[in-house]
Nanobody, 124 residues
Framework: QVQLVESGGGLVQAGDSLRLSCAAS????????MGWFRQAPGKERDFVAA????????YYEDSVKGRFTISRDNAKNTVYLQMNSLKPEDTAVYYC?????????????????WGQGTQVTVSS
């Protein structure tokens, strides 16, 4: 069973940066597509970014393009989300997820394993 544990969330001001980490244990991390999703209060959980199992392909939701960067270190079984120029509308619980198919999906239903989430709050 794959376990995912996010960290790095917090309270920051608009324009600040945060780096989220997601450490995986169990399974074969290096073979999974990894994704980040977020859920704001009262809203659905939405796709933010994904990275292929090799790290060679990255995909972003339009509102975070140019501000967020997803990366992975397969030797450390960890995926990261660097978030720059944060905005109040980025406030949400951020979740990492693993997809065993090696395909890149933006729909949460395609992901097999989920972390517990980490809160990111951006004040104006």
């Amino acid at each position: 069973q794959v376990q995912l544990v996010e960290s790095g969330g917090g309270l920051v001001q608009a324009g600040d940066s945060l780096r989220l980490s997601c450490a995986a244990s169990g399974g074969t991390f290096s073979s999974y597509t990894m994704g980040w999703f977020r859920q704001a209060p009262g809203k659905e959980r939405d796709f933010v970014a994904a990275i292929t199992w090799t790290g060679g392909g990255t995909y972003y939701e339009d509102s975070v393009k140019g501000r967020f960067t997803i990366s992975r270190d397969n030797a450390k079984n960890t995926v990261y989300l660097q978030m720059n120029s944060l905005k109040p509308e980025d406030t949400a619980v951020y979740y990492c997820a693993a997809d065993r198919t090696r395909l890149v999906h933006t729909a949460q239903g395609n992901y097999d394993y989920w972390g517990q989430g980490t809160q990111v709050t951006v004040s104006s």
